[in-house]
């Protein structure tokens, strides 16, 4: 019996911060879920999906994923960027989660099974100076962790990412209509950080794993002066040294220091990682399932990874849903050169709409043995908190110029 595509539904809900989330429902009355959640763009990929692609679904075979993926992959000339790619990512969540319901087994189990037990996991830890993200990291240890990623103020400045003065939690993106501004200092940046990460190893000891994010603030030189400063620290990785566009730029960070990275959570497809993957210019890709094309495009990407012993380490912030989430623990479950996942956490009005079976204990992450990814989204809990617009930050140098943010 074919398995139809019966109704396509596009739901944008904010509890606590906001979500796209899509709705697949078949012709034998299976419920399919996928994230579509874009930070800042929401509207733009829950249009792509409602008025683009969702009238081509209709009618089309549930079973048929890796074809459905190629129809709006290949089948449509603009191909490729992330409104693109995150819209194609959550049809394929919400076609994976059929299909697991339909066999009546959890997603990793389509995937070729369980590699490993438990997935170990890495949550944030922040503060403006160094007692402050001391404590936050002792609390995170209490909490099992055995990674964290640690970011600190920079003397000078204002507003740093990764930090929020006074909030235990961090969140990128401000409520209002248009972004805030940042400024930004890279020589008082390059001076302080291995100040700060030497004094966070020298409090926590050796095992505890430590991880760093540059948020593309740096060119290749400056990275690679970075890299070298902070080898003693023994990081786990230090993530987004550069903006990666320029792929080849990476070898000059590669000639001059040995500490590993980790780039990739705004990537779209496997060609945005190709050369960084093939001339092993990173250790770690962290493509998130929702912005590159979704699980399906992620195991051809970790797989090619593999080959090259690079490994799979997904974004995984709180501006992609639960749904999401599971999808990266199903295939961190089943994939053999999966490292680590971040888990940043949610606001806790995302417990009323997502509710998941993916379970944390002592440092790891399991997606559950529920059919398909494990997520029941709360149609009625979202309704009650409405769309609300909210923007990432821009950054500018001391004198006025655009910087990456
Ligand atoms: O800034 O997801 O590693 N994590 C990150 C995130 C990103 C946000 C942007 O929406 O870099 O905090
Ligand atoms: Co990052």
Same mark, same amino acid.
């Given at each position: 019996m074919t398995r139809v595509i019966d109704a396509v539904d596009v739901i944008v809900s904010s509890p606590g911060r906001n979500f796209v989330t899509l709705k697949i429902t078949t012709s034998d009355g299976l419920v399919g879920w996928g994230d579509a959640t874009l930070n800042g763009r929401e509207l733009s990929v829950a249009s792509y999906l409602r008025?683009?692609? &969702?009238p081509a679904l209709v009618g089309r075979d549930a079973?048929?994923?890796e074809d459905t993926w190629n129809y709006f992959y290949r089948g449509v000339y603009w191909r490729r960027g992330p409104v693109a790619m995150a819209s194609i990512g959550a049809i394929d969540m919400a076609l994976w989660d059929i299909k697991g319901k339909a066999a009546g087994v959890p997603v990793y189990q389509l995937l070729g099974g369980a590699v490993r037990d438990r997935i170990l996991t890495y949550t944030h830890a922040t503060g403006w100076d160094v007692p402050e993200l001391l404590d936050s990291v002792a609390e995170r240890r209490v909490q099992g962790y055995r990674a964290v990623r640690v970011q600190s103020g920079v003397p000078g400045l204002d507003k740093v990412y990764g930090v929020t003065k006074g909030a235990a939690v961090y969140e990128? &993106?401000?409520r209002g209509v248009g972004p805030a501004e940042e400024v930004w200092d890279t020589s008082a940046y390059l001076r302080h950080a291995p100040v700060v990460l030497e004094a966070v190893r020298e409090a926590v000891g050796p095992e505890l794993k430590l991880l760093h994010d540059?948020?593309?603030r740096l060119n290749p030189i400056e990275a690679a002066r970075l890299g070298k400063a902070l080898e003693p620290v023994d990081l786990f990785w230090l993530e987004d040294v550069t903006p990666a566009e320029n792929q080849m730029l990476l070898r000059a960070v590669r000639?001059?220091?040995t500490i590993p990275l980790a780039i990739g959570e705004v990537f779209n497809t496997v060609w945005d990682a190709q050369q960084l993957i093939t001339e092993r210019l990173i250790d770690y890709i962290r493509v998130a399932v929702v912005h590159a094309g979704g699980?399906?495009?992620l195991r051809k990407i970790f797989a090619l990874a593999e080959v090259f012993q690079v490994k799979a380490a997904p974004h995984g912030p709180s501006d992609v849903s639960p749904i999401n989430m599971s999808a990266s623990l199903h295939l961190g479950l089943s994939t053999t050169n999966f490292a680590i996942q971040e888990f940043m956490g949610y606001p806790a009005q995302v417990g009323e709409v997502f509710h998941s079976s993916y379970r944390y204990d002592d440092g790891y992450l399991?997606?559950?043995d529920e059919p398909g990814l494990g997520i029941e989204f709360d149609e009625a &809990? &979202?309704?009650r908190f409405p769309y609300s617009p909210a923007y990432l930050p821009i950054a500018r140098d001391l004198d006025g110029t655009m910087k990456d943010w």
């Amino acid at each position: 019996m074919t398995r139809v595509i019966d109704a396509v539904d596009v739901i944008v809900s904010s509890p606590g911060r906001n979500f796209v989330t899509l709705k697949i429902t078949t012709s034998d009355g299976l419920v399919g879920w996928g994230d579509a959640t874009l930070n800042g763009r929401e509207l733009s990929v829950a249009s792509y999906l409602r008025d683009h692609l &969702a009238p081509a679904l209709v009618g089309r075979d549930a079973d048929r994923i890796e074809d459905t993926w190629n129809y709006f992959y290949r089948g449509v000339y603009w191909r490729r960027g992330p409104v693109a790619m995150a819209s194609i990512g959550a049809i394929d969540m919400a076609l994976w989660d059929i299909k697991g319901k339909a066999a009546g087994v959890p997603v990793y189990q389509l995937l070729g099974g369980a590699v490993r037990d438990r997935i170990l996991t890495y949550t944030h830890a922040t503060g403006w100076d160094v007692p402050e993200l001391l404590d936050s990291v002792a609390e995170r240890r209490v909490q099992g962790y055995r990674a964290v990623r640690v970011q600190s103020g920079v003397p000078g400045l204002d507003k740093v990412y990764g930090v929020t003065k006074g909030a235990a939690v961090y969140e990128p &993106a401000g409520r209002g209509v248009g972004p805030a501004e940042e400024v930004w200092d890279t020589s008082a940046y390059l001076r302080h950080a291995p100040v700060v990460l030497e004094a966070v190893r020298e409090a926590v000891g050796p095992e505890l794993k430590l991880l760093h994010d540059v948020h593309h603030r740096l060119n290749p030189i400056e990275a690679a002066r970075l890299g070298k400063a902070l080898e003693p620290v023994d990081l786990f990785w230090l993530e987004d040294v550069t903006p990666a566009e320029n792929q080849m730029l990476l070898r000059a960070v590669r000639q001059h220091t040995t500490i590993p990275l980790a780039i990739g959570e705004v990537f779209n497809t496997v060609w945005d990682a190709q050369q960084l993957i093939t001339e092993r210019l990173i250790d770690y890709i962290r493509v998130a399932v929702v912005h590159a094309g979704g699980i399906s495009h992620l195991r051809k990407i970790f797989a090619l990874a593999e080959v090259f012993q690079v490994k799979a380490a997904p974004h995984g912030p709180s501006d992609v849903s639960p749904i999401n989430m599971s999808a990266s623990l199903h295939l961190g479950l089943s994939t053999t050169n999966f490292a680590i996942q971040e888990f940043m956490g949610y606001p806790a009005q995302v417990g009323e709409v997502f509710h998941s079976s993916y379970r944390y204990d002592d440092g790891y992450l399991h997606p559950g043995d529920e059919p398909g990814l494990g997520i029941e989204f709360d149609e009625a &809990a &979202a309704a009650r908190f409405p769309y609300s617009p909210a923007y990432l930050p821009i950054a500018r140098d001391l004198d006025g110029t655009m910087k990456d943010w």
